[in-house]
């Protein structure tokens, strides 16, 4: 799907064309110079508008005037008169990955990138994209440790850890700990903790492909600490415990915490691993069965193992916390080159760890009364109806706690021209309704979103009128 045709179909047809004050009345009814944008629309897309800012008006109208005569020349397609109006001002997007607002209230959303960056995190990155001193010592001219800074930051914010290291996510931390600590020894997995996360993705699967074999022990719902400590022997590499976020075993239920494990494991001499999966390095109130990088340490933990854009709120990465030794046996391993983090992910990570809040943690701890007050005021302006929705942490894609709150309940119908309108905003459909809860929409686009539904309204008005041409 061409992104460039949807967006310029959006400009023309939701809005009643008129007839081109230069065109001579068409003697047929489908003369196609009758879509032809208006200048007045064209001048009002976003994308013309912000070139506005930097060229002069006089510049940008006969951009505008030049393209829409191609069309009536009947060298280009009315349709296309918007890119052919973008090409000019050279605002051509330079992806094809388009911005979204994500109005879903799943914070951490996979199909959507995950999270998005702070504001710092995205200025590292703009600073960090042309040559950079990621391994340089301006100071000396020496070569320099690789992400210093990131370590550096990661290691203020979680004093428990002795050292870290960041890969490019946190699969290839997986892989690269189990690799390096067990090799094709045993890694000690609770069968309760033998997972698939998202796209089918297994982890006991990742940890074999490089060569390791998987010792399960205990049941699905109960593992105690014998089961552990009777499969610790000589063919043992390391003991992981996995956070199984995706899913939850009720019931009777048993499992070992990390500050049992710690003691035969060291007495055994194997290290612990603890794959965390979210990338809290601290607890969090909001999130009090939720596991974190400092507690996972302070009970013994020799590794613990996170993503850099789940809770952490940054970039894709997967993040190594614990003790010295087992980060430098990582490091010195061959296939850590295989998964280094890029220098635009270690900028984004030091930023988002040094800098204010990210938009994850702000999504999370979304004040409920501003939240309901955002809400209620989005509905009045829309005509929609507040409704109680409770947001997701997601990112492990499923049995979550709830995140009550609100959304705005608008018509169904509306849930695909507010994909494919300018602005992408990805709503939920249930019940009948499209929701758009607010808790993953940065307040100050509040203005942008009803802008977008009332642009989707108007393509649905559009289409459903009967056919004028
Ligand atoms: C998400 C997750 C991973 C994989 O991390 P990525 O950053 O997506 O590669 C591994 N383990 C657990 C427990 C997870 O939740």
Redesign the pocket.
């Given at each position: 799907m061409p992104p460039r045709e949807r967006r310029t179909a959006a400009v023309g047809p939701n809005e009643e064309v008129p007839v081109p004050e230069s065109v001579e009345r068409p003697e047929a009814v489908e003369d196609p110079r009758r879509r032809i944008p208006r200048t007045d629309l064209l001048l009002a897309h976003p994308q013309v508008a912000r070139a506005s800012a930097t060229m002069s008006d006089l510049v940008v109208r006969d951009i505008v005037r030049a393209a829409q005569a191609r069309a009536r020349a009947g060298e280009i397609a009315p349709e296309q008169v918007l890119d052919d109006v973008r090409a000019a001002i050279g605002d051509r997007p330079s992806s094809s990955l388009r911005p979204v607002l994500n109005a879903t209230g799943v914070i951490v959303h996979?199909n959507l990138g995950?999270a998005p960056l702070s504001a710092a995190a995205r200025e590292a990155v703009l600073d960090a994209a042309g040559y950079t001193d990621v391994e340089f010592d301006l100071a000396t001219g020496a070569r320099a440790r690789r992400g210093a800074g990131a370590r550096a930051a990661l290691l203020a914010a979680c004093p428990e850890a002795e050292d870290a290291l960041v890969v490019?996510?946190?699969?290839?931390?997986?892989v690269l700990a189990t690799t390096a600590l067990a090799g094709t020894a045993d890694v000690v997995i609770s069968r309760g903790e033998l997972?698939e996360?998202?796209a089918g993705?297994r982890?006991p699967d990742l940890i074999a492909s490089a060569g390791a074999r998987i010792h399960e022990v205990g049941t699905t719902n109960r593992t105690h600490l014998a089961d552990y400590t009777e499969a610790l022997g000589e063919r043992t590499g390391c003991v992981l415990r996995?956070?199984?976020?995706?899913y939850r075993i009720i019931g009777f239920t048993s499992e070992v915490g990390i500050a049992e494990l710690a003691e035969p494991c060291r007495a055994a001499g194997v290290p612990l691993l603890a794959?965390?999966?979210?990338g809290l390095l601290a607890p969090d109130v909001h999130l009090p069965e939720e596991p974190d990088a400092a507690s996972a340490l302070r009970d013994g933990a020799d590794l613990v193992?996170?993503?850099?854009?789940?809770l952490l709120g940054g970039p894709?990465?997967?993040i190594l916390l614990g003790r010295a030794d087992v980060i430098a046996r990582l490091a010195r391993h061959p296939l850590a080159r295989a998964v280094r983090a890029d220098k635009l992910a270690l900028a984004a990570l030091e930023a988002t760890l040094t800098g204010t809040a990210p938009p994850v943690i702000d999504s999370l701890h979304a004040d409920p009364d501003q939240l309901h007050q955002r809400t209620a005021r989005v509905a009045e302006r829309l005509g929609g109806r507040l409704i109680p929705h409770d947001g997701r942490v997601g990112?492990?894609g499923g049995a979550e706690v709830p995140l009550p709150g609100w959304a705005v309940a608008l018509e169904a119908e509306l849930a695909a021209p507010l994909r494919t309108g300018d602005l992408a905003v990805v709503a939920t459909v249930r019940d009948g309704d499209c929701l758009l809860d607010l808790r993953t929409v940065p307040p100050e686009q509040d203005d942008r979103l009803v802008a977008a539904v009332d642009s989707a309204r108007a393509v649905l008005a559009a289409a459903g009128e009967p056919d004028r041409r």
């Open positions: 996979t995950r490019n996510n946190g699969a290839a931390a997986l997972i996360i998202g993705f982890l996995i956070h199984t976020s995706n794959d965390l999966g979210s193992i996170a993503s850099g854009d789940k894709q990465a997967g990112g492990g």
